[in-house]
């Protein structure tokens, strides 16, 4: 790993932008070339101006920072976002150890959720695990005014915990936070948009789902996310009670492989069925 004012040094270099260029409006020439040699720190501001001036983002930087490979934390969120199954024990066990060598907050907060994890193989596991991570929201996140892009990630991951009321507030939050701060967080929103719709399919707000499905689908197809646009076709003629075509587009996902989208929405679709039947 690198230091701060190596790397500031390295990417200046590499993208031929002389000190003058990358220090301007922030301090003189002479400032930068003490941060570059380790001499004196620039403020959080400052820093942050610079590294957007040698176009990265904050995630960029520590990436370069740390030899070209991803930090510790950032390792984690990715094992824990690729996770399939709760049954992943080993896998689990072996997260937990790396986070609790830690004192960051994010990794304490992804303690508890690999834990609920493992809860789910045990007896009454579904309650424990729902007890373990809902301080997660009601004690920290509930009171964040800006959420990171992990905090999102993990509320995401916790959803199941909450009843409809919260879960409803959880959704509002998230999708009010991408739209003011994280507008390029565009697949975290369709995700949002999808959960705010069964919320409102399970409350039989039909024509409310409709909307917030329709808005999902034309988001779903500006970034070509074709599996998540038959999704939502499926969904909106649920709201109309057509369930032949809500099958017809359900099967389109399974010819395009999507089956792990295809078959609980299949299952979705004929429990409908039966309770308007």
């Known amino acids: 790993m690198t230091t701060f004012g190596e790397t500031i040094r390295q990417l200046r270099k590499s993208r031929s932008i002389s000190q003058e260029a990358l220090s301007a409006d922030l301090f003189d020439r002479s400032t930068l070339s003490k941060i570059e040699a380790d001499k004196v720190f620039p403020s959080r501001e400052n820093a942050n101006e610079m590294i957007a001036r040698l176009g990265l983002g904050l995630n960029e930087f520590e990436y370069v920072q740390h030899g070209y490979s991803p930090t510790k934390k950032n ?23 790396e986070c609790t060598t830690t004192n960051d907050g994010d990794l304490k907060r992804i303690t508890k959720i690999l834990r609920a994890y493992l809860l789910f193989n045990e ?10 991570v809902q301080p997660i929201w009601n004690d920290y996140l509930s009171k964040i005014k800006i959420l990171t892009i992990t905090d999102i990630c993990l509320l995401s991951m916790i959803a199941y915990a909450f009843d409809y009321k919260t879960n409803k507030q959880i959704i509002s939050k998230i999708l009010s936070t991408i739209d003011n701060y994280y507008p390029f967080l565009k697949t975290l929103k369709l995700n949002a948009l999808i959960n705010l719709s069964n919320l409102q399919l399970d409350e039989h707000n039909y024509q409310k789902a409709k909307e917030t499905l329709t808005q999902a689908a034309q988001l779903a197809q500006n970034i070509s996310q074709y599996d998540k646009l038959l999704l939502c076709h499926s969904e909106i003629a649920l709201c109309d009670q057509d369930y032949k075509q809500a099958v017809y587009y359900a099967d389109l996902l ?24």
């Open 75 to 97: 390792r984690i969120l990715y094992e824990l976002f690729n996770l399939k199954f709760s049954t992943e024990t080993d896998k689990i066990n072996e997260l937990i150890n």
């Open 123 to 132: 007896p009454n596991g579904l309650a424990k695990a729902k007890k373990l």
């Open 254 to 277: 399974e010819k395009i492989g999507a089956t792990s989208i295809a078959q609980p929405l299949k299952q979705e679709i004929e429990s409908r069925k039966k309770s308007h039947s």
